[in-house]
């Protein structure tokens, strides 16, 4: 099985700077796509960042110029950049991978943006 575990979320006020990571283990020869999803209290979860093993990205329009989705292919690890915080953003954030046609979940991390 596929274990995918994500770090790296915090308190930060408006305006700081986060970066997630999340690194999947198991018998994966490659992965597809690699990416990051958020979920707020009441909300449906969405997407915020994806990226393909060609290197493709895609983000939510919300979190454009502010956040950059990388990986790196030798770890099977992803990660989010997260510049210029802001209160919307808070969630729980979640790594999702998508190998041989299946999909596979972190347990998340919750990122919270507050004075």
């Known amino acids: 099985q596929v274990q995918v575990v994500e770090s790296g979320g915090g308190l930060v006020q408006p305006g700081g700077s986060l970066r997630l990571s999340c690194a999947a283990s198991?018998?994966?020869?490659?992965?597809?796509?690699m990416g990051w999803y958020r979920q707020a209290p009441g909300k449906q979860r969405e997407m915020v960042a994806t990226i393909a093993s060609s290197g493709r990205t895609n983000y939510a329009d919300s979190v454009k110029g502010r956040f950059t989705v990388s990986r790196d292919n030798a770890k099977n690890t992803v990660y989010l950049q997260m510049n210029s915080l802001k209160p919307e953003d808070t969630a729980g954030y979640y790594c999702n991978v998508l190998y041989a046609s299946s999909f596979y979940w972190g347990q998340g991390t919750q990122v919270t943006v507050s004075s």
């Open positions: 198991g018998s994966i020869p490659s992965i597809n796509v």
